[in-house]
C-alpha cells in the first residue's frame, strides 16, 4: 500500500503572538513529528486577521497544500463559535473565511472549545468552506486536553483516508476518551 504522506497545519489563538515561548501544543507536535512522523507546521494567531493571513500563507504559498489533510484548531469558544483576542466569531464567518478554500480537508478542533453543531449548521460550514469533515468534542475540561487522542486521530489518518474507519478505529482503541470527551465528527 502507498504511503500517505498527511501533514496537520495548526493554527492556535493566543493572547499576544509577540510572547515567544513554546505551547503546550507545540510541545505535542514536536513530539507528532518526531515520535510519529508526521509533519506539521504550527501557527499562531491573536487575530482573526492573523488567522486570514495564516491560512492565506498556507493556501498561495505553501506548494504542499493539498498534503494538509487536516486543519487543527487549537481556539477557546464553544458549540458554534471561537474566540480570538476576547472576540467571538461564529462558525458560519469562519466558513465564510474558508471558503470554497478547504477542499478535501478535515477542520479539527482541540477540546479547547466545545463542538455543538446542528446538521444545519454543519452542512452549512462544509458546504461554504468545502471541507471534507469537521471533528471536535462535546466536553471540555480545563484539566483534560485532549491532545493525546488527536494524536491518535492524526496518526490514523496516515493509515487510512476512510473517515468512517478512522472514527470507528478511534473509537475502538480509545473509546473511554473518546466517550469522555464526546468525540464528535460532522461530514
Known amino acids: 500500500m502507498e504511503e500517505l504522506e498527511q501533514f496537520v497545519f495548526c493554527l492556535e489563538a493566543v493572547s499576544d503572538v509577540e510572547i515567544t515561548e513554546t505551547t503546550e501544543i507545540e510541545r505535542q507536535l514536536e513530539n507528532l513529528a518526531l515520535h510519529h512522523g508526521i509533519p506539521n507546521i504550527y501557527k499562531a494567531c491573536d487575530t482573526i486577521e492573523g488567522l486570514e493571513e495564516s491560512l492565506s500563507a498556507l493556501?498561495?504559498?505553501?506548494?504542499?497544500?493539498?498534503?494538509?489533510?487536516i486543519i487543527y484548531l487549537v481556539m477557546e469558544g464553544e458549540d458554534n463559535s471561537i474566540c480570538i483576542y476576547n472576540?467571538?466569531?461564529?462558525?458560519?464567518?469562519?466558513?465564510?473565511?474558508?471558503?470554497?478554500?478547504m477542499k478535501g480537508k478535515i477542520i479539527h478542533f482541540a477540546n479547547t472549545k466545545t463542538l455543538e453543531l446542528t446538521n444545519d449548521q454543519a452542512q452549512f460550514f462544509l458546504d461554504v468552506s468545502g471541507a471534507k469533515a469537521i471533528?471536535?468534542?462535546?466536553?471540555?475540561?480545563?484539566n483534560l486536553k485532549s491532545y493525546q487522542l488527536d494524536q491518535a486521530f492524526f496518526k490514523l489518518?496516515?493509515?487510512?483516508?476512510?473517515?468512517?474507519?478512522?472514527?470507528?478505529?478511534?473509537f475502538e482503541k480509545n473509546y473511554a476518551l473518546c466517550k469522555l470527551l464526546d468525540f464528535r465528527l460532522y461530514y
Open 87 to 101: 472576540y467571538y466569531y461564529s462558525l458560519d464567518e469562519i466558513a465564510e473565511l474558508f471558503e470554497g478554500k
Open 157 to 170: 489518518f496516515q493509515e487510512n483516508e476512510n473517515i468512517e474507519e478512522v472514527v470507528e478505529t478511534l
Open 135 to 142: 471533528s471536535g468534542y462535546g466536553e471540555k475540561f480545563n
Open 59 to 69: 493556501l498561495y504559498d505553501d506548494h504542499h497544500f493539498k498534503n494538509y489533510e
